[in-house]
């Protein structure tokens, strides 16, 4: 089979230009970069992530046989591979980050927007792909999963529960691959050049594995909320990653564009095996077809009326039958946590306030267990060590980041800093990130619509030091016209932990509006959203919200609801960060009119 019979005239040789680009953490991350020949502007782009174990040289052969010799090709050595094996990874939250900086990297040095770029993921650089596209929501043209290692076959029973409990006794380790070149490819030259390649590790760390199943199982779980043009490649004859976990993905995305091919006989390295004509030119077809067709983003300003959030938040909201397993099992837990109380402040003060409320979002991230002697002070770090409150936390720290991130864009740029946060809880949070920043607030506005966090509030600001600049007072966050009168204008507006609680978009719009209209051009806006929750069950069947005692029933909303709101209201998001376990996200945007 010739696997040039299809290529362009366009598609000759190119030469591959090799880069750097810095992720958030300072890291150096490699990549090739692979211009169209001429003069010609490219179509878009073609963005290659690699297997486990590889590294983005093993994928350049795609940039020849693709026969896509119009579009523009990169390919990175992801964190802890090839080039890049001085920053180890151990979870995929952080290649995903690496990955948005990346592609940002790619629009600032080379002029593409998102939507000119197709992602093409295989295996590990699959599962991350997925991961991005899923916390990120970008408005990419088109993404080609190829054996997405969604369920990797470890071969032993129970390996990864050993893998799990081997790492609490040990610690971090690594772990050796079973996976040999006659696994992957019946080409003889490809397992030859695997064999002998130089920059192939045969090893992986055992959190960055055990990290893959924890998120491929929340990616599957969640399809439902990925509209992105979607191809999904899968190896008929595959020894090293399970199929099943591929198809339910496939079968649960939410993508109005989607196909699957699987490519019988094929072997794990799809686009390395004898036959992979047939999985380069699905890929091609796809590719082509996505860019040819107009791009219709998906309308998600009614998501909170129907939709996959919507339809779990109802189930969620539907009593159980007293003496169903179900109704048993959340009264059972219900009383567990309420006799947790007499021992646990933290499960009391959820109890009194409302789990959701102000004083309790303060009580977990000052993080120091209270309760009746050793016992009870056990119960309350086990509550205070949730994987919600850990999250929590993370989000804490992520939104000092961003704070301080806009208030240095705004003294770079000589505007003022003035800083208005419309629910603001204790103040807590943003008070620790105004103090943090090199840039300093020339004013600071926080306001909520609890008396006893307003007064709490007020405390803390006198505490501090800082009734110079900031101000505590009653305000409602969904009063537009009430937040479109802001003064001083504001050029930095907070909003944490706010819009996550309620399920109406239109009182969500009128907020964001109404912070819109007090904003100058050029001011940013600091928001958080939940577009995912491992918990979410337990949390709506057994803990309770700050509004009357009722059940604390959250819909979630994907991050890509969530931008479009506030695109809705005239602000363009420039940057995120989000949390290992893909719950919180932090976001950076810019008033754009």
């Given amino acids: 089979m010739n696997l040039h019979a299809e290529l362009s005239d366009s598609s000759l040789a190119r030469i591959a230009h090799k880069r750097t680009f810095t992720a958030r953490d300072g ?17 878009g782009a073609v963005v290659l992530l690699h297997r486990g174990h590889e590294h983005g040289k093993r994928l350049a052969h795609l940039v020849e046989e693709s026969g896509l010799g119009d579009f523009a090709f990169y390919a990175w050595d992801m964190r802890g591979h090839g080039l890049s094996a001085d920053n180890p990874l151990h979870d995929i939250a952080t290649a995903a980050a690496d ?15 998102c939507s000119d770029i197709a992602l093409v993921g295989q295996s590990l650089g699959a599962v991350v792909g997925a991961a991005w596209v899923h916390d990120y929501a970008p408005d990419i043209g088109a993404m080609v999963l190829a054996a997405p290692a969604f369920d990797i076959d470890l071969k032993v029973p129970l390996a990864r529960s050993a893998l799990a409990l081997w790492r609490k006794i040990r610690g971090p380790y690594r772990v050796a691959s079973y996976v040999r070149a006659e696994m992957l490819t019946r080409d003889p030259q490809r397992a030859a050049s695997y064999r002998s390649d130089p920059l192939i590790d045969l090893s992986i760390s055992v959190d960055l594995l055990l990290d893959v199943y924890a998120t491929s199982r929340r990616l599957i779980a969640d399809a439902p909320v990925v509209h992105t043009p979607s191809l999904v490649l899968i190896a008929g004859a595959d020894a090293v990653v399970r199929a099943k976990a591929q198809n339910r993905y496939f079968d649960r995305l939410g993508s109005a564009s989607k196909s699957r091919k699987v490519l019988a006989g094929a072997y794990h390295d799809i686009f390395s095996d004898l036959d992979r004509a047939d999985a380069i030119g699905e890929l091609r077809r796809f590719v082509l077809a996505a860019f040819q067709r107009e791009r219709q983003a998906p309308q998600l300003l009614g998501a909170d009326q129907a939709g996959p959030t919507r339809a779990e938040a109802d189930a969620l909201a539907m009593p159980l039958a007293r003496w169903s397993p179900s109704g048993v099992r959340w009264r059972f837990t219900r009383w567990l946590l309420k006799m947790g109380s007499a021992f646990s402040r933290g499960l009391a003060l959820g109890h009194e306030a409302g789990f959701d409320s102000g004083s309790m979002l303060d009580y977990v991230y000052r993080n120091q267990p209270e309760g009746r002697g050793p016992v009870g002070r056990a119960v309350d770090r086990a509550y205070l060590n949730a994987v919600g409150w850990r999250g929590i936390r993370q989000r804490k720290r992520n939104l000092e980041t961003m704070i301080g991130d806009a208030l240095g864009r705004l003294a770079e740029a000589g505007k003022p800093r003035h800083v208005v946060d419309i629910a603001a809880g204790h103040g807590r949070y943003v008070l620790d990130a105004l103090q943090r920043s090199p840039a300093r607030a020339n004013s600071v506005l926080l306001r909520d619509f609890s008396a006893p966090n307003v007064t709490a509030g007020q405390e803390l600001i006198a505490e501090r030091g800082l009734a110079e600049i900031a101000r505590f007072e009653h305000g409602d966050a969904f009063d537009g016209a009430d937040l479109a009168g802001l003064q001083p204008r504001p050029t930095l507006a907070v909003v944490s932990g706010l819009y996550e609680l309620f399920s109406d978009n239109e009182q969500v719009l009128a907020s964001l509006n109404g912070l819109a209209a007090a904003m100058p051009i050029g001011g940013f806006l600091v928001y958080t959203n939940q577009p995912w929750h491992p918990q979410i069950e337990m949390i709506g069947r057994a803990l309770t919200s700050h509004r009357g005692g009722e059940p604390w029933v959250m819909r979630r909303r994907s991050q890509m609801e969530m931008d479009q709101l506030v695109a809705a209201a005239g602000f363009r998001k420039i940057d995120q960060q989000v949390d290992r376990w893909g719950i919180f996200t932090v976001s950076v945007a810019e008033r754009i009119g």
């Fill in 27 to 43: 890291a150096n991350i490699f990549y090739r970069y692979w211009p169209v020949n001429g003069d010609a502007r490219a179509r």
């Fill in 99 to 113: 990955l948005d900086r990346f592609v940002r990297d790619i629009s600032i040095r080379d002029g593409f927007m």
